[in-house]
């Protein structure tokens, strides 16, 4: 899988939004965006995904780089439960098998919120 | 409730006993996989399995064994642990493989052998 890259930690305030960026330079085509983060003493917990066009749901959107060498994930309006690391990774769509496919989490975004 | 479960989520053992980790999913995914999580290393693949009776390896699976036998079971079983496999161990089910579907990770299983 391609690398990401992302900053080591981010502090936002309880109530506002949040961006986090990911930066991707090295893309490919069937790669999709994910999108995960845990909290402390929790399992890894899915986020969103996307391929091209920008993507919503309930709990965060993710904003593409028309060239996809970038892209953000949005979180309307942080909670205290926002307060985890977060990974950008990118999975290839065409995957078939043949040695390790795990998702590769770097070292994330450490995001801290401000009461 | 979709979701995927561990057992046991805390153990405690000794090098040499044999030991299964159990995982299981109720979404009817065709894939799941092991993961193993250590501080400054993040998390890394052990196993995998495309469908049932179908697995291989991952990044690390020396002193590890799996089997597929039905679709919602994925044990990880360590035939005789010793204390570098002291970890933070995520069993994770998606519907296939690649990059179109999430992964959905069980709550975790903290294992120290001794």
């Known amino acids: 899988d391609a690398k990401t890259t992302q900053p080591n930690s981010m502090e936002s305030n309880e109530e506002e939004p949040v961006h986090l960026p990911c930066n991707h330079s090295?893309?490919?085509?069937?790669?999709?965006i994910h999108w995960y983060r845990q909290l402390p003493s929790q399992g890894p917990e899915y986020v969103i995904h996307?391929?091209?066009s920008n993507v919503n749901n309930r709990m965060a959107s993710l904003a593409i780089a028309e060239d996809r060498k970038s892209s953000t994930l949005i979180l309307h309006r942080a909670t205290l439960r926002d307060a985890a690391v977060y990974y950008c990774i990118l999975r290839d769509a065409l995957y078939s098998g043949g040695g390790a496919d795990g998702l590769t989490f770097g070292k994330g975004t450490h995001l801290i919120i401000q009461p | 409730e979709a979701q995927v479960t561990q057992n046991p989520r805390y153990l405690i053992t000794v090098t040499g006993k044999k030991l299964t980790v159990t995982c299981s999913q109720n979404?009817?995914?065709?894939?799941m996989s092991w993961y193993r999580q250590d501080p400054g290393l993040g998390l890394r693949q052990i196993y995998y399995?495309?469908?049932?009776?179908?697995?291989d390896k991952g990044d690390v699976p020396e002193g590890y064994k799996v089997s597929r036998k039905e679709k919602r079971n994925f044990p990880l079983i360590l035939e005789s642990p010793s204390p570098n496999q002291t970890s933070l161990y995520f069993c994770?089910?998606?519907?296939?493989?690649?990059?179109?579907?999430?992964?959905?990770f069980g709550p975790g299983t903290r294992l120290t052998v001794l």
């Open positions: 994770a089910s998606s519907p296939s493989m690649g990059g179109r579907n999430e992964q959905f």
């Open positions: 090295t893309i490919s085509g069937t790669d999709y």
């Open positions: 996307g391929l091209t």
């Open positions: 979404m009817n995914h065709e894939y």
């Open positions: 399995s495309m469908n049932v009776e179908v697995t």
